[in-house]
Nanobody, 116 residues
Framework: QVQLVESGGGLVQPGGSLRLSCAASGFRFSHYAMRWYRQAPGKERELVGGISSTGSNTNYANSVKGRFTISRDNGENTLSLQMDGLKVEDTAVYYC?????????WGQGAHVTVSS
């Protein structure tokens, strides 16, 4: 079955960096585009960005463009989110996502708190 497991969350000061990883299994990882979403307390889940199946194309929400970088390793079935220049408003639970045959699969989420 499809499994997505995020790791790497934590507490960081404003301006700092964190790297999230998502280990994928149960599907042909290299065949699917992947996405990162986040959900801040009291807010709806929002798209952070996505990456094509080969990794050649990425897109980002305006709020994170230039600060966040999405990458993938198809040999290791791993998706990554490098977050630099973190802001207090980046505090959220971050989820990796894959859409397969009309169904959205989600990981359990990684908590990121940006605070001084």
């Amino acid at each position: 079955q499809v499994q997505l497991v995020e790791s790497g969350g934590g507490l960081v000061q404003p301006g700092g960096s964190l790297r999230l990883s998502c280990a994928a299994s149960g599907f042909r990882f290299s065949h699917y585009a992947m996405r990162w979403y986040r959900q801040a307390p009291g807010k709806e889940r929002e798209l952070v960005g996505g990456i094509s199946s080969t990794g050649s194309n990425t897109n980002y929400a305006n709020s994170v463009k230039g600060r966040f970088t999405i990458s993938r390793d198809n040999g290791e079935n791993t998706l990554s989110l490098q977050m630099d220049g973190l802001k207090v408003e980046d505090t959220a639970v971050y989820y990796c996502n894959v859409y397969i045959r009309d169904y959205d699969y989600w990981g359990q989420g990684a908590h990121v708190t940006v605070s001084s």
